[in-house]
């Protein structure tokens, strides 16, 4: 057969979609995988299982990471790889991350049964926690794997209930004894919905990132006094949720008075003791900063910061602010994203060149390789909730997308 006609089994992607949409799903149609948990255990098992059914090489590093090795011809040779992630957001979907591991798990599948040789190795990859919502931040495993962040430092961060990141690891039992340690890639391509409304409005299959925004997020933590709030005053009173919510308008409020591309938001809050008839003394709450362009999205933090410290000194309620995680903007390798488009055009897919305004380990990945995504179109543009959703046969498509991609890098 020649090699360009090649096309992967798109109903034995759904299946592999639909089964492991099964591990932590929501009654609304949603999954709940969040990293390192029982689920998160469950569909890795799964996963590692079917990765030893083509008779791929495993391993398991200890940061959690599963690669799944196919050799080439020439396995001294730099190998190409593709992968995201299994872990999901609280009350997700059923595409993000998990798309972007059966997606290369299916061109494995299609090239054994073909017996179809590459000069260079494959290699699939299951990157741990790249969500960041129980255990921030996100993309932290494959940060640790491009030598962007310590590990031991990931193993000390924490979850709501204090149980920390390096001992849930070890309690589902996927640390591993390699190193969680870079070596060189030849090509790496993250296959992933877009989980915005672009493609769809441009009425285009495949999207070609260029790139992604940078990602900044801040923890701000704000001290009030309690007290029953009958016999109360207002006046005099140091609310701390009053104070939070003066600053979380002023982070919606800042890529309108910032200009320029840049998104903003707060999207947790704990707040303490949480009593309708107590004033507030504790609060917690994110800050999440987006942008193309990074220097702006400091000098907006700058502003905000200020802001911030302003209605603390106002409302008497002091203020602790932890800068907890920055990743620059990631531009791509453009020789990757026009082989996607190519592809793309090749295939008979309308494809589309555009921005990743979500984060994906393909960030940490680009600081280190040659990197590229392959996107399709999210339905209604929903994503990070229970609807999210993409055709079967958009699905299908980029996994072809990826399988050409693969083919060319890993034969070149
Ligand atoms: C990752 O899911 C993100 O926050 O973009
Ligand atoms: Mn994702
Ligand atoms: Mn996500």
Redesign the pocket.
């Given at each position: 057969m020649d090699i360009k006609d090649l096309r992967i089994n798109g109903k034995r992607l759904q299946q592999s979609l639909e089964n492991m949409a099964k591990i932590g799903a929501t009654p609304d149609g949603g999954v709940q995988r969040l990293t390192l948990t029982d689920e998160d255990k469950a569909a890795r098992d799964l996963f590692v299982q079917w990765l030893k059914e083509i008779d791929l090489d495993v391993t398991i590093d200890d940061m959690g990471n599963i690669f799944g090795r196919r050799p080439g011809t020439n396995n001294d040779l730099p190998p190409v790889m593709s992968g995201s992630h299994i872990d999901s957001?609280p009350k997700g979907g059923r595409f993000?991350?998990i798309l972007g591991v059966m997606g290369p798990l299916e061109v494995m599948r299609t090239l054994h049964e073909n017996n179809i040789e590459t000069s260079r190795p494959m290699v699939i990859v299951d990157w741990t926690n790249?969500?960041g919502s129980r255990f921030a931040p996100a993309m932290v495993a494959s940060g640790v794997w491009a030598g962007a962040l310590e590990r031991d430092w990931v193993y000390q961060r924490t979850d709501i209930n204090g149980k920390r990141f390096g001992d849930e690891l070890e309690r589902i039992g996927y640390k591993g004894d390699v190193p969680a340690r870079k070596w060189p890639v030849h090509a790496y391509y993250e296959y992933h919905i877009e989980q915005g409304p672009v493609l769809e409005k441009e009425g285009k299959q495949i999207g070609a990132p260029k790139g992604i925004l940078c990602l900044h997020w801040y923890d701000i933590y704000l001290e009030g006094e309690a007290n029953q709030v009958g016999p109360t005053p207002m006046e005099g009173r140091h609310d701390a949720l009053c104070a939070a919510a003066e600053m979380i308008l002023k982070v919606n409020h800042l890529p309108e008075s910032m200009g320029g591309n840049m998104v903003a938001t707060v999207g947790e809050i704990q707040n303490y003791p949480n009593s309708r008839n107590i004033i507030p003394d504790k609060v917690h709450f994110t800050v999440d900063i987006r942008s193309w362009d990074d220097d702006h999205a400091i000098k907006a933090w700058e502003n905000l910061r200020n802001d911030f410290e302003t209605i603390a000194h106002q409302r008497g309620c002091p203020i602790r602010i932890e800068e907890t995680w920055r990743v620059e903007h990631s531009p791509f390798d453009e020789k990757l994203v026009q082989r996607v488009l190519k592809s793309a055009d090749d295939l008979g897919y309308p494809g589309h060149y555009m921005v990743s305004g979500?984060g994906h380990d393909a960030s940490y990945m680009n600081q280190i390789a040659p990197t590229a995504m392959i996107f399709v179109p999210s339905i209604g543009g929903r994503s990070?909730v229970e609807v999210e959703n993409t055709t079967w046969e958009d699905c299908e498509a980029g996994a072809n997308i990826l399988l050409h991609c693969l083919l060319k890098s890993a034969n070149e």
């Open positions: 957001q993000d991350g790249e969500e979500a990070h």
